[in-house]
């Protein structure tokens, strides 16, 4: 770990000079042992010189976090080298040495953004945080670099974004669309920059839907626990599927504007506030929330699948590959979540395909009709309709 090699050059380097030779290192090594054996004896909670099942689980609830035998399994299981289910001084000691973590509050912080507590930024269900996080603030510091790292990815991707939108709108079977022809349309009728149309406000709304998911889980996970300890993985999944929907019925409206600003032409709409304007004149409050059934329905095997194979896919990869350590590492973590990810939106596509058309259509059409419609134009009744022209 480049940040862990970091963290032990600048704590051993005792004549700043830059580097750290070996007798540094030997004093660095003493002194870690003498802090690692004091946080070990904290975790020993019986003084029986071994750290079992039931003793992390004590340690995480002290933390205000309550995780099962399971997970408190796993944790263990990185560690116990010998087999015994429990952790002695040396085995904890070879494992934590080279670890920049100073107190057991870090090591508990560690146990828990590396195991299946930590699901990934990419899943409906959101993070779990600790009453110590909750009140230095470390939760929303978490939103905020979560927010800001999506306005990079997605203004990064935005020409991808507004390319498939207008491919649900626009292609069928009689107006066949590819990549290359779809970029060229755009950037012949508006120019390079008009493949960030829309992108303002799907930056936008990043803020207000992450918090809102979040509080909104926070209460329901509560009001799932009763006197459960901790959630399953099918109650997380229930959870973070009704803190989605809930988020996704209070930003809707942005949803909406967000499809019609990115299909907008040149010079049709002055910005958002004139963009809403017209569709509250024209179609009235109603059309803010067309679409909202399929979108909320696409929630569902879109979170199932995507949480089901994201832990199935981690959970295999520790039992297969990790002997030494609880954390897969991010290529691991990352290739999990492409893989689930697009489980996932295969599976909702259909629904997020009929949304998206529903959204895009400034006059009422029941959603039934919708469907029938895509069925016509993709050809799957073999009825053909006449090609129209791909701005019209």
């Keep these: 770990d480049p940040g862990a090699q970091q963290g032990i050059s600048s704590e051993g380097d005792a004549d700043p000079d830059g580097g750290l030779d070996l007798e540094e290192f030997s004093h660095y090594l003493q002194e870690r ?10 975790l020993d909670r019986n003084q029986d010189g071994h ?39 040396q085995e904890w000691r070879d494992h934590f040495l080279l670890h920049s973590l100073e107190n057991v509050e870090d090591v508990l912080y ?9 699901i990934g930024e990419c899943l409906t269900v959101p993070d779990e ?27 990064g991707t935005a020409p991808l974004d507004r390319l498939k939108v207008f491919m649900q709108v626009h292609a069928s079977k009689t107006n066949r669309l590819n990549i290359l022809g779809g970029l060229r349309s755009m950037v012949l009728e508006g120019g390079v920059r008009s493949l960030w149309r829309g992108n303002g406000i799907n930056v936008l709304k990043i803020a207000p839907e992450s918090a809102i998911k979040f509080m909104a889980y926070e209460q329901i996970k509560w009001a799932i626990l009763g006197q459960q300890e ?19 019925t209070i930003i809707y409206p942005m949803e909406v504007l ?5 299909l907008r032409r040149t010079g049709q709409y002055k910005g958002l506030l004139d ?13 803010f929330y067309r679409g909202y059934l399929p979108n909320v329905l696409g929630i569902i095997p879109y979170a199932g699948i995507d949480l089901a194979v994201y832990e199935t896919l981690k959970n295999w990869w520790l039992q297969q590959y990790s002997h030494d350590s609880a954390d897969p590492g991010i290529l691991v973590l990352l290739a999990c979540g492409t893989i689930s990810s697009t489980c996932g939106q295969i599976a909702s596509y259909p629904l997020a395909l009929v949304r998206t058309r529903m959204q895009a259509q400034d006059v009422s059409v ?10 016509e134009l993709t050809g799957w009744r073999g009825r053909k309709i006449p090609n129209k022209s791909f701005w019209n």
């Design 110 to 118: 560690f146990w828990k953004h590396s195991t299946v507590l930590d």
């Design 51 to 89: 750290i079992d099942v039931s003793e992390i689980q004590q340690s995480f609830r002290a933390l205000g976090i309550s995780i099962s035998l399971e997970q408190a399994e796993k944790i263990l299981h990185s560690m116990d080298r010998d087999g015994t289910m429990t952790i002695d001084w």
């Design 258 to 262: 967000k499809t019609r600003l990115t």
């Design 33 to 42: 042992e003498q802090r690692l054996l004091l946080m070990f004896h904290s």
């Design 275 to 287: 963009c809403a304007r017209r569709i509250l004149e024209r179609e009235g409050p109603r059309a």
């Design 129 to 155: 945080f600790s009453k110590q996080e909750k009140l230095t603030g470390m939760w929303w510091k978490q939103l905020v670099a979560g927010a800001v790292a999506g306005a990079v990815s997605r203004t």
């Design 230 to 248: 901790t959630l399953h993985v099918q109650e997380r999944f229930v959870a973070g599927s009704l803190a989605g929907a809930t988020a996704q």
């Design 366 to 375: 029941h959603k039934m009709d919708t469907v029938l419609t895509l069925i």
